[in-house]
């Protein structure tokens, strides 16, 4: 009879734990395919130890005292727990804390909307420096500081040294974070048209984020600049929500309008 075991595997995002999680990070900072990082988190979360590899892809494997024969399909079978890993987390997760600094609360309420406004700036510098097909060293260096700065207003610190797995927590966070302000304020996050793509496509990065953060500031303020101070410190919450019924109206005033032309 073959050895009988138990394993024991998260089921999403929000069941890592902190060390799960830097783990994680740390498998994807070194480019390993989906189901490397899902059969290295395997073995290392339930303490098994891959001792030979036999003919038939069949892995002999010790946890503790016992040791035992493991074929490929069924590891797979158990990594598939682990699919979760495929897609950013559905919510915004983060690790609590890098060495001593804590971290902001996951999903930026309370946050104040200018430090929103300083991060959404980094974040698409690293994208764009991401999809720049002529990416060199020198650019993932550009891109590795963005993430420093965002690592050190995520975590409150100008002295926060982050590894690579920590600037990838950096980057999946605030990725997830996107998402799920799309998904809550779907009028302000709406896809690009092919017109404003067009328009973007003849600025400057550098033009794009300060006209992006000019306009969400105006739109807030109303054009009274002796509001914009008042509008920097607004919860980020706050000031999405306001953004999202500015652009809900717009398109509900586009839409009657289209309707009652002739």
């Known amino acids: 009879m073959g050895a009988v075991f138990n394993i024991s595997l998260p089921i999403s995002w929000d069941s890592l734990t902190d060390k799960q999680l ?8 070194r480019d390993l395919s989906a189901p490397e990082v899902k059969t290295l988190c395997l073995m290392k979360w339930n303490k ?4 030979n590899e036999h003919p038939q892809n069949t892995f002999l494997v010790k946890r503790g005292k016992q040791t035992f024969n493991l074929t490929s399909s069924q590891i797979q079978a158990a990594t598939s727990t682990l699919d979760f890993l ?11 804390r890098i060495g001593r600094h804590r971290a902001l609360p996951a999903d930026f309420e309370g946050v104040p909307f200018e430090k929103y406004l300083y991060l959404e700036n ?25 993430l420093i ?19 990838v927590s950096v980057f999946y966070w605030y990725a997830s974070l996107k998402q799920y302000f799309a998904r809550l304020f779907p009028h302000f996050f709406q896809p690009l048209n092919d ?19 000019n306009a969400q500031i105006r739109a807030l303020t109303g054009g009274d600049i002796t509001k914009e101070t008042t509008i920097k410190q607004l919860d ?17 005033y586009r839409k009657q ?6």
């Open 22 to 29: 830097l783990m994680v990070y740390g498998l994807f900072a």
């Open 48 to 51: 098994l130890e891959v001792l």
């Open 86 to 96: 495929d897609s950013f987390p559905p919510e915004p997760i983060r690790l609590s």
């Open 122 to 146: 980094l974040f698409q510098g690293v994208l764009h420096l991401s999809s720049n097909e002529q990416s060199s060293k020198r650019l993932n260096d550009q891109s590795t500081n963005l």
């Open 149 to 167: 700065n965002m690592a050190q207003v995520l975590y409150d610190s100008d002295n926060i040294k982050p590894s690579q797995a920590q600037l």
């Open 195 to 213: 017109q404003t793509t067009n328009q973007l496509a003849t600025q400057s990065l550098f033009d794009q984020l300060r006209d992006s953060t």
């Open 236 to 252: 980020t919450w706050r000031a999405l929500t306001e953004l999202d019924a500015q652009a809900r109206e717009a398109e509900e």
């Open 257 to 262: 309008s289209l309707n009652t032309q002739p």
